[in-house]
């Protein structure tokens, strides 16, 4: 649901993206930064929310056939804060996309276009955090031969999944036996989460329809026509 999708998983990686740096090692320090970022973000609005659900959900068993649960989401948010004031976020997760990854991109602002009346796509900083991790920078290059044409490319450093390391789950079972509570959302965080979330929890209507193995509703796009389309990230 919106809910679990929202409070549970896109603002837990936003707010690791976008956190200043705690003064300390101490876990209550980062977790005031955690609460920071969510503090620093206005209630969404049905504008800023695409929801969907995949052709074929409501035949899945135990699936109500009138069920409105949605499979999608997509949204925008912004921080009002110093760093990130004017920087829009845009946040999408669902099932039965056509990869199983969890990929930040970081667009830089477009350069002008000197050489070409066309404009020129934006160079970026790509993290991939699952299922392996990974670290690529994108820029436009020149193409090899005599005319002024570019490609854009990417500098990839991957590294690659110990089969031996805990997963996400066990990470969390192994801090909360040693009572390290660092990953764990503390009661303001909660509270926080809720604020921002819950003008659009009801009332949103019927979710948009989208084939499985597709990337969403095609009514996602909406949100980022702007910068020129969501990125699709590719398997490994």
């Known amino acids: 649901a ?10 837990q990686v936003l707010t690791n993206i976008a956190m200043e740096p705690p003064p300390g090692l101490n876990v209550e320090m980062l977790r005031d930064e955690k609460a920071k970022v969510l503090r620093g973000i206005r209630p969404l609005r049905s504008s800023d929310v695409v929801r969907g659900q995949f052709r074929g959900y409501r035949d899945e068993p135990g699936v109500s056939p009138n069920s409105q649960t949605e ?7 912004e921080i009002n ?8 976020f845009f946040i999408r997760a669902g099932k039965n996309l056509p990869v199983t990854v969890t990929d930040v991109t970081v667009k830089l602002r ?3 276009a000197i050489f070409s009346e066309f404009p020129l796509p934006s160079n970026h900083v790509r993290f991939r955090v699952t299922p ?20 854009q490319t990417e500098l990839l450093i991957s590294e690659e999944s110990d089969p031996t390391e805990l997963g996400a789950y066990g990470e969390l079972l192994h801090d909360a036996i040693q009572g ?52 699709n990230p590719a398997a490994s």
Not at 2 to 11: A, C, I, P
Not at 81 to 88: A, H, I, N
Request: glycine content about 12%; proline content about 7%.
């Open 2 to 11: 919106l809910r679990d999708v929202v409070q549970n998983h896109l603002l």
């Open 71 to 77: 499979t999608f989401v997509a949204l925008r948010l």
């Open 81 to 88: 804060s110093w760093r990130w004031k004017g920087v829009p």
């Open 110 to 112: 477009q350069p002008p």
């Open 132 to 151: 392996n991790l990974q670290i690529a920078i994108g820029a436009l290059v020149k193409k090899a031969g005599e005319r002024l044409e570019g490609q």
């Open 180 to 231: 390290d509570s660092a990953r764990f959302a503390r009661q303001d965080y909660v509270e926080e989460s809720w604020r921002i979330i819950d003008p659009v929890l009801t009332g949103g209507g019927r979710p948009f329809s989208y084939e499985p193995g597709s990337w969403g509703p095609v009514e996602a796009d909406r949100l980022v026509d702007a910068i020129g389309g969501w990125d």
